[in-house]
Nanobody, 124 residues
């Protein structure tokens, strides 16, 4: 069964860092464009960061630009989201999503596979 599994969430103080992982089973993530999305309580899900499948093109939402970094480790079949200088407004459930395509997209409807989400809480 094709599966994406996120991990690495947790509780962190403002200014702290977390690294989220998105691991795939039953398919090769290197062939897929990947997106990280998040959903805060009472808010719609929003796109955070995206990476294309082959050329490494990346995109970041303005709210996280300069603080978050998306990357791939094809040998581990995993995509990461390094989150630095975390703020309380970054608190949300974070999801990774994959689509068999070269180009990444900011739109949820583009993505075929979704993980179950991992909670990130930023609080003092």
């Amino acid at each position: 069964q094709v599966q994406l599994v996120e991990s690495g969430g947790g509780l962190v103080h403002p200014g702290g860092s977390l690294r989220l992982s998105c691991a795939a089973s039953k398919f090769t993530l290197a062939d897929y464009a990947i997106g990280w999305f998040r959903q805060a309580p009472g808010k719609e899900r929003e796109g955070v960061s995206f990476i294309s499948s082959r050329d490494g093109y990346t995109y970041y939402a303005d709210s996280v630009k300069g603080r978050f970094t998306i990357s791939r480790d094809n040998a581990r079949n995993t995509v990461y989201l390094q989150m630095n200088s975390l703020k309380p407004e970054d608190t949300a459930v974070y999801y990774c999503a994959a689509v068999y395509a070269r180009l990444c997209s900011r739109y949820e409807s583009t993505y075929t596979y979704w993980g179950q989400g991992t909670q990130v809480s930023v609080s003092s």
